[in-house]
């Protein structure tokens, strides 16, 4: 028999492939069963166009494992090859008798064949030191058998088979220190194979396995229990994806079910998006959106992605460039036909058709989550508690970059009472013009024309918001009461990271954010500014002392044009707030971040007057007066104070005068 060497360029291609295309070497199982199943929807379309009057229900691919002779075996009833077939496409790597099956019969909807590349069946010398097919073309009278140990070449000889399709045996290699290839041997290690990369192949994937049981008539009336063997043909796949049925015939309960036992949650998901799209890429996706954050969501384990299959076979387990990040909770898979499987990880990261999907699948997911808002606010209200602040971070760490596409998704607590879009907010803008606004509202206006102007706020400036650990800790902060005082809304800010990302947001709909211990909150009338202004002036040297008696711990005393009851608070200049320094200052290796903090003093307090006087009476207690303000004003920042015992002390001396 000849021996006859793989071409040259073959030669090379083999032993790169061997070594490099498949991180994993388990994957070979897939790509002879992706061929198996290509080989049997041959056939079954051969019968279609000749009416050969062939079923499904007839193929199956058959695996069966001897530990003995150490083989695992692989046979499909499908199309078979002849002499010339196994030399094209065996004999030559890159030759995929599958892809030109595909270029030549126009796809029917009902054939789905794998194969193009013509790598996928040398994979079997990763696990096989010795590989032999015996095929049987379909209406011929030869079987053929391939043989080959690898890289020096391969044999065909004519062989005997009975039936049409194709037997391929692998010679499983000897254990190394890399690798068990003995699990290649256990029906156990096969099924899981089978069930984590070939579930969805079309066609019964079966395995004769032997269990025990027990003998008939033992273990019953006082008999000892003597056991037996039995071997029963397992069908390892469950063949049909939920995914490519149609969503008529799918009930929510299919889907959690399918989605419980794929990515292992314990509680139905709060919602499913299934979509079949076809155009620039081709692919059908499920995706579920998790009830509740995973345990290990905020672990250093977790991996983002979706399950990537190629026409029903998967190719990777979890795909993150199909997800952005502030999508990273999303679970679920993306099936294309136009990915193929011999793909690597570094190849998939430029595949331009996975950006196309991942950008489809970005929308589609950003889509369901606008509908839920629309249509189901209760549910949309407990996803964006679950992971609003992923959408959060996702403009916070974009610099912004992603504003457009998520903002109209956010969710803020608000003055209102409950939770609020910002476009809710926006529409409700003292003075924005919103579609519905009628000639009757105008003769309002006009009324309070004057009024209005006087104010200063026929016309909302800004988009207001105070940031604090709870929703009762900001409604008591000072700095909120003249703001909603003057009927303001205000957005409540609980998350760290809210007040970083509407700092990337800038504004919404050309309003501005503004915080409420901002300077400048546009809220006075310019007597009242002139007013306050003339006060300062007047007790600049009062301040003055205060400052400087702070040493450093504010940029500046000033009066307040913010607080009505209360008699100080604590507000910052410049980019950084004070609920931002107290955010990152929590941080580990914190930097030394500090905000620019003013004490503002209400200038209708008693507490005012009672500094004035002091300031010409008795200028060391102004000093200590100071200090516990500033400390007070801290507290009810939730800030730390630097050192409550004296200030306690403080406290105490004076309540015991
Ligand atoms: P691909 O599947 O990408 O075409 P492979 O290297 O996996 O590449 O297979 C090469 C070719 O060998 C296939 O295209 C097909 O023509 C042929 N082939 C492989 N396995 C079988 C089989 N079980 N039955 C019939 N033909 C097969
Ligand atoms: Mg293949």
């Not at 049981?213 to 043909?233: N, P």
């Not at 058709?353 to 929308?363: D, F, H, R």
Request: aromatic share 10%; proline share 2%.
């Amino acid at each position: 028999m000849e021996q006859k060497e793989f071409k040259a360029e073959s030669k090379r291609l083999l032993e790169m492939m061997i070594n490099s295309i498949y991180t994993h070497k388990e994957i070979f199982l897939r790509e002879l069963i992706s061929n198996a199943s290509d080989a049997l929807d041959k056939l079954y379309f051969k019968s279609m166009e000749e009416n050969l009057g062939l079923t499904r229900a007839d193929m199956q691919i058959k695996l069966e494992t001897d530990n003995d002779a150490r083989t695992l075996t692989i046979s499909d009833n499908g199309i078979g090859m002849t002499a010339d077939e196994l030399e094209n496409n065996l004999g030559t790597i890159a030759q995929s008798g599958s892809f030109e099956f595909k270029r030549d019969n126009e796809k029917t909807e009902d054939v789905d064949v794998i194969g193009q590349f013509g790598v996928g069946f040398y994979s079997a010398f990763m696990v096989a030191k010795k590989v032999t097919v015996i095929s049987k073309a379909y209406g011929s009278e030869k079987a053929y058998m391939w043989q080959s140990e690898g890289a020096d070449g391969y044999t065909i000889s004519e062989a005997e088979k009975d039936a049409n399709g194709t037997v391929i045996t692998l010679e499983i290699k000897d254990n190394s220190d890399e690798e068990n290839y003995d699990d290649y041997l256990k029906p156990y290690k096969i099924r899981e194979l089978v069930k984590r990369y070939s579930d969805y192949i079309r066609y019964p994937i079966i395995m004769d396995v032997e269990h025990e049981k027990l003998k008939e008539g033992t273990g019953v009336d006082g008999k000892d229990a003597e056991y037996e063997k039995e071997t029963v043909t397992e069908t390892l796949n469950s063949q049909i994806p939920i995914w490519k049925k149609a969503k008529t015939e799918l009930k929510d309960e299919d889907y959690n079910q399918f989605y419980k036992d794929k990515f292992y949650d314990y509680t139905d998901p709060l919602f499913h998006i299934h979509t079949k799209t076809e155009g620039s890429a081709t692919y059908s996706a499920l995706l579920y959106i998790p009830e509740k954050v995973p345990y290990d969501y905020y672990s250093k384990n977790f991996e983002k992605g979706l399950q990537l299959y190629s026409s029903g076979v998967m190719i990777m387990e979890k795909c993150a460039d199909l997800l952005p990040d502030y999508f990273s909770f999303v679970k679920g898979l993306v099936d294309s036909e136009d990915l193929s499987l011999n793909i690597s990880r570094e190849m998939l990261q430029h595949d331009r058709q996975l950006k196309i999907i991942a950008k489809s699948v970005e929308k589609s997911i950003k889509n369901e989550l606008k509908k839920c808002l629309k249509n189901d606010r209760e549910k949309y209200e407990k996803f964006f508690e679950q992971f609003g602040i992923q959408l959060k971070y996702g403009i916070y760490e974009s610099y912004g970059m992603n504003k457009d596409e998520l903002q109209d998704l956010l969710l803020f607590k608000t003055s209102n009472g409950g939770t609020t879009t910002l476009s809710e907010y926006y529409s409700r803008m003292k003075g924005v013009k919103t579609e519905d606004d009628n000639s009757e509202n105008d003769n309002k206006t006009a009324e309070n024309t004057a009024e209005k102007s006087e104010e200063n706020a026929d016309e909302q400036k800004f988009i207001y918001f105070a940031s604090g650990s709870s929703i009762s800790r900001i409604e008591s902060l000072p700095q909120t009461e003249m703001v909603r005082d003057k009927g303001f809304e205000i957005l409540y800010l609980t998350d760290n990271v809210d007040e970083f990302c509407l700092q990337m947001m800038h504004d919404y709909k050309g309003k501005e954010f503004k915080s409420v211990s901002a300077d400048d909150l546009g809220l006075e009338t310019e007597a009242e500014k002139e007013e306050i202004k003339k006060e300062q002036e007047d007790n600049k040297p009062l301040f003055d002392f205060m400052t400087e008696k702070l040493g450093g711990k504010v940029k500046a005393v000033c009066l307040s044009q913010r607080l009505k009851n209360h008699p100080v608070c604590i507000t910052s200049e410049g980019m950084l707030s004070v609920e931002m320094e107290k955010v990152l200052s929590a941080m580990p290796n914190a930097e030394n971040a500090k905000a620019e903090k003013i004490l503002e003093i209400n200038p209708n307090h008693a507490i005012f007057s009672k500094l004035k006087e002091l300031f010409k009476t008795d200028k060391d207690k102004a000093g200590e007066y100071a200090e516990i303000l500033y400390d007070q004003a801290l507290l009810i920042e939730g800030m730390a104070i630097e050192n409550p015992v004296e200030f306690s002390n403080k406290i105490c001396e004076i309540m015991a005068k």
